[in-house]
């Protein structure tokens, strides 16, 4: 059963619209949140499960951000991207909730509007960027930048993480984007046959579940999705939950892994996802339309 954590809870004044985006559940039991209300700029919150305690939470970015890309990490801080709207760059930190209410440290600066998550434990790094709404594009950013990303199409390599920031939608390139890094392994999303399309023909082409190795060859794991809007990997790398269209219907999905099995959670507008340190729960953005939007909770 989905329970209300958040949306409304933001004390805002009538006629005032919340939309909220990425979420990332921590290891100090809060969820963190990115908010808007109306067009002000957005905003960094945290609650805790049962919509208590909502509060005001500062990045340490270096900037004044306009908006926040959330990844929760393995080791329980979260991977905080911030758009620097007077340089259009992003800003990219480690936010360790339990010792400070700062970041601890930046892990470097990026051109454009990109989402980053890396694996603490190799230092793997990766990031989601965004040149249009409906084109995204994935990337490296540690020392095995030059380690390219491949996947199969039809005995061929397809090179899926090399791009140029500004090339137009309508490129011959294929859609990448939600890397997932697991260990040494990383899941992602691709969709080869975005190539040539733009706009909304763009976002609803199929996208893949793939997973690479260390060779970096993305092996298919499940296909079916349009549209993915968030996903999330437990900490156990055991379940992916991914918010998408599937089947016909824009709904929540539980991936388990590495077999691939998948169920519906819930059904609706959802987007941001974040499973819960134990992994029993997940939070997950559904939108309001009209009015505010919501964080729920689900159980796993």
């Given at each position: 059963m989905a329970v209300l954590i958040?949306?409304?809870a933001s004390s805002c004044r009538l006629g005032e619209k919340v939309w909220i985006g990425d979420v990332a559940w921590l290891s100090d039991g809060r969820v963190y949140y990115e908010a808007r209300i109306n067009q002000a700029p957005n905003k960094l919150r945290s609650v805790r499960p049962g919509g208590k305690d909502v509060r005001d939470e500062q990045a340490g970015a270096g900037c004044e951000a306009e908006e926040y890309g959330l990844r929760a990490l393995p080791n329980g801080r979260m991977?905080?991207?911030?758009?620097?709207?007077?340089s259009g760059t992003t800003e990219v930190l480690e936010y360790d909730a339990g010792r400070t209410p700062q970041a601890e440290r930046r892990a470097g600066s990026l051109s454009s509007w990109v989402t980053a998550v890396w694996d603490p434990g190799t230092g793997r790094g990766y990031f989601?960027?965004?040149?249009?709404?409906?084109?995204r594009r994935l990337g490296r950013m540690d020392v095995d930048a030059a380690s390219p990303l491949y996947v199969d199409a039809a005995g061929d390599r397809v090179r899926v993480d090399n791009f140029t920031l500004g090339e137009p939608c309508e490129s011959d390139r294929p859609d990448a984007s939600w890397p997932l890094p697991a260990g040494p392994d990383l899941y992602f999303f691709a969709s080869l046959q975005a190539k040539g399309l733009r706009g909304d023909q763009r976002l609803l082409a199929p996208q893949v579940l793939y997973r690479a190795g260390a060779d970096g060859f993305g092996h298919e794991v499940?296909?079916?999705f349009a549209d993915v809007r968030g996903a999330a990997l437990s900490r156990d790398g055991g379940t992916l939950v991914v918010a998408a269209k599937r089947d016909g219907d824009w709904a929540l999905w539980r991936v388990d892994l590495p077999g691939g099995k998948v169920r519906r959670l819930a059904d609706g507008d959802y987007s941001g996802v974040s499973i819960a340190p134990d992994g029993k729960h997940v939070a997950a953005v559904l939108s309001g339309g009209a009015d505010d939007d919501e964080i729920r909770v689900l159980q796993l």
């Open positions: 958040a949306g409304a991977a905080v991207s911030a758009r620097c709207g007077y989601d960027a965004r040149d249009q709404l409906s084109c499940l296909g079916g």
